[in-house]
């Protein structure tokens, strides 16, 4: 055999080095361009409310422009559509709380700012004890920065700077921001409602999206002995946390949709319908980073994988993918409980099939899956649980 030299062993040491140096950048230039890819979809889905906000908050402005100039008399009346467009552009979901925090605001910073000037007199010195005073007691009572605190000290600023000079400022700001909160509460729930089931849909689609691909992709990494793209997945699904908290979002918003609009009311019980199907997918995204988690260990360790199991994790991954259709059509469930069935059926058959530590652990979460899967369609947890084990009991007796 050829003597290996050291200047040989170097250069392959060096090209081992160099060609890991190259894959980790091609790794996180796929990371980056697939990052750049979600962002430009996440700003497709938000569009349609961006529009909605946006003719929401131009409509508000002029209108409560318009009803302070007719209920309050000519004047420059900044405050009305100032009020209006805040409680309008704040997030959705959040409106009501932000009107309450705004007027409430309002009256504190007056009667701070007044009781202030009374003893102190004012001037600069004046006019910034007043608003440290204000911006302190507002967070005192909010426990944070919100709009109550911004409010508070933006009218702390106004009664130490304007009132010596103009007389009766208080009372027009008071009617500005109550004519300006109500017009914008006015057209968020009754002239242009946002249809709460469209949000719904837009935020939860990607979570389903990426649930039943990356499962797919999990069974497929299975068949293919990849631990490296089971890996990948598990990398995959925890990018999902920033889309769970848009849905979080888009829950809240829909909620107060109902609520407040009379002609969303209708929509009460659909909205609570999704309401129980998010609480299913945030632990369905727990549960598949668990059997990716599981998968990779599997195939690290050299475990045998029975093809039943991959089988078992592709049929429900088409079981979450038919709950997204029938949640959209408000059908029934029967197509996507029927998948979940066979799902644990082909797991339960894995189990005879020489499963070891791993195997046994993708198992069981496969089955935690496949119970909030069926919780999801509507199924109390303790018969979700029972459907789960007469389907395991059976497969495997």
Known sequence: MPRVTDNQRVERAADEVWR??????????????????VAGRIRLRQLEVILVISVQAGLAAALAAVLADHLLGPGAHVFAPAAAVGTIATAIGQRARRTFELLAG?????????????????????????????????????????????????????????????????????????????????????LLPVNPLRILDKATSPIFNSLSRQLAKVSRALVDRDAEAAVRVLDDLR??????????????????????????????????RYADIAQQLERLVVDARGMSRWSANALQYRE?????????????????????????????????????????????????????????????????????????????????????????????G
């Open 106 to 190: 309002v009256g504190l910073g007056i009667a701070i700012g007044d009781g202030l000037r009374f003893l102190l007199g004012s001037g600069p010195w004046q006019t910034g004890v007043m608003v440290a005073l204000a911006i302190a007691a507002a967070l005192l009572l909010s426990g944070k920065g919100s709009a109550l605190v911004g409010q508070t000290g933006g009218t702390a600023v106004l009664i130490a700077t304007l009132a010596p000079m103009e007389r009766g400022l208080e009372l027009p700001r008071i009617f500005d921001a109550l004519v300006g909160a109500v017009v914008g509460i006015a057209v968020v729930t009754l």
């Open 304 to 396: 045998p994988v029975p093809p039943s199991l991959s089988h078992a994790i592709t049929r429900l991954a088409d079981a979450i993918d038919q709950l997204r259709r029938e949640s959209r059509l408000g059908s029934g469930h029967t197509r996507s409980r029927d998948m979940v069935r066979q799902s644990v059926e082909l797991a339960a058959a894995a189990r005879t099939g020489g499963l070891r530590t791993y195997g046994a652990g993708l198992v069981v979460d496969l089955r935690t899956a496949a119970s909030d899967v069926l919780r999801a369609t509507g199924c109390p947890p303790p018969e979700a649980n029972r459907i789960v084990r007469a389907a395991a009991d059976g497969s495997e």
């Open 20 to 37: 890991a140096a190259a894959q980790h950048g091609e790794r996180s230039v796929a990371a980056a361009r697939q990052r750049g890819q």
């Open 239 to 272: 990018n999902l946390d920033d889309d769970l908290g848009r849905l979080r979002e888009a829950l809240a918003g829909a909620d107060e949709v109902v609520t407040l609009a009379p002609t969303r009311w209708h929509r009460r019980e659909q909205v609570r």
